[in-house]
């Protein structure tokens, strides 16, 4: 029989713990019935790439009735060998519906976040971004060069970007004259 290694572990997994509790005169008709919920059957798996950083660990994601329902490393790609960062592992939750779907704004003072629409939120971070790279923006060092260094604004990136948010991201911010950049894609 031909079968790669994530089939083998699950037949020969499968298949050593049936004939155990048989041999031991275990009705396991319920646990047959119980794994037809587990997140394995019904699912497709489609393999794909974290997209986090440049490692680019290979990651398995089930497929339920069009739904993602879960997502794992590869044991079968030799550059992660099934294993995730926790960024990688973390994967899965940007999906789920509990997430913030909405901006929360905490003015100066104020005890409580109030929800703002998105359209809000990106006037007033333009308004107040223009508003300090006007005031701070130092064109000319002190010998005389062009520098467009804007030294009072700090940018800092969420372990949420993948790499093309990151890149744009950067890229505007060095585009503003910001000098000061962080950012959680190092593993
Ligand atoms: S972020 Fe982590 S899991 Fe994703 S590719 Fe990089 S090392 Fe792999």
Known sequence: MDCNRREFIKVTGTGVLGLSLLQLGVDITPVQAYTATLKTTGTKEIVTVCPFCSVSCHIVASVRNGKLISTEGDPEYPINEGALCAKGA????????????????????????????WEWTLEQIADRVKKVRDKDLILKNDKGQTVNRLESMFFIGTSHADNEECAIAHQMSRGLGIVHIDHQART
């Open 90 to 117: 973390a994967l899965f939750t940007m999906t789920l519906d509990n997430r913030l779907q909405k901006p929360m704004y905490r003015a100066a003072g104020a005890t409580r976040w109030v929800e703002k629409s």
